[in-house]
């Protein structure tokens, strides 16, 4: 089984539109969790950190479910430049290692 | 204060030739992560390596690929003996040792094309 696993999509949403995706991780010693954002052949880069409490940032909420073992983004106000596919990353155990689901993709059409 | 570095961006080999690919983390960080990205697909883990040291090495493939991270200069990884399947995109990514809260940056990536 996947350490990390995502719907792939893609997701197509009109803009305006309020998106979520989930993700499940299968170790429940995962410590920490993030959302990447990774655009057409280019690197991921951080979108937010996920903390037990729930964090939100701007249209971005971030929710932690550690009894379910899900992490999940919700984006509000879709805008065309959130397109882009939305990684899912977990570090699992005693060393730094991330754990990168496959990721999720997003197309938002005007 | 540069990012992760990764070199070349763009790397054509033929078939059978050797492909080094190097990364210097952000200055400061101990961790390296080497991830491939084949076209379409999502980011598969290679290995992870602290400085002399390779941590986890389980998702690299049992040959002709080797990684290191020494003491001085960048991490390499190395791909002997080149074939067509291992053409796709190779990430360095670093973290800082500062606990369990620490992202990771990725570098742009190279590019690898076997011909």
């Known amino acids: 089984r996947k350490e990390v696993e995502q719907d792939p999509g893609p997701f197509n949403v009109p803009e305006g539109a309020t998106v979520a995706f989930n993700c499940t991780y299968s170790?429940?010693?995962?410590?920490?969790f993030f959302w990447y954002r990774q655009d057409c052949r280019k690197e991921p880069k951080l979108l937010m950190s996920?903390?037990?409490s729930g964090n939100e940032d701007g249209r971005f909420t971030a929710q932690l479910n550690r009894a379910s073992q899900y992490i999940s983004l919700l984006i509000r106000d879709s805008k065309l430049s959130d397109s882009a596919t939305y990684l899912c990353v977990v570090i699992v155990g005693n060393f730094n290692k991330f754990y990168f689901g496959s990721g999720t993709k997003l197309n938002v059409k005007p | 204060n540069a990012g992760v570095m990764q070199n070349p961006r763009h790397l054509v080999r033929r078939r059978g030739q050797e492909a080094r690919l190097r990364c210097s983390p952000v200055?400061?960080?101990?961790?390296v992560y080497w991830y491939r990205q084949l076209p379409e697909e999502g980011l598969k883990f290679m290995v992870y390596?602290?400085?002399?040291?390779?941590?986890?090495e389980s998702g690299m493939p049992k040959e002709r690929f080797s990684a290191e991270f020494p003491k001085e200069g960048p991490s390499i990884l190395r791909i002997q003996q080149v074939v067509r399947g291992d053409s796709a995109a190779y990430f360095c990514a670093s973290s800082p040792d500062i606990g369990w809260k620490t992202e990771a940056f990725f570098g742009q990536g190279t590019r690898l094309t076997v011909v």
């Open positions: 996920v903390y037990s």
């Open positions: 200055k400061g960080h101990s961790h």
């Open positions: 390596l602290q400085k002399e040291n390779i941590i986890d």
């Open positions: 170790n429940s010693a995962s410590q920490s």
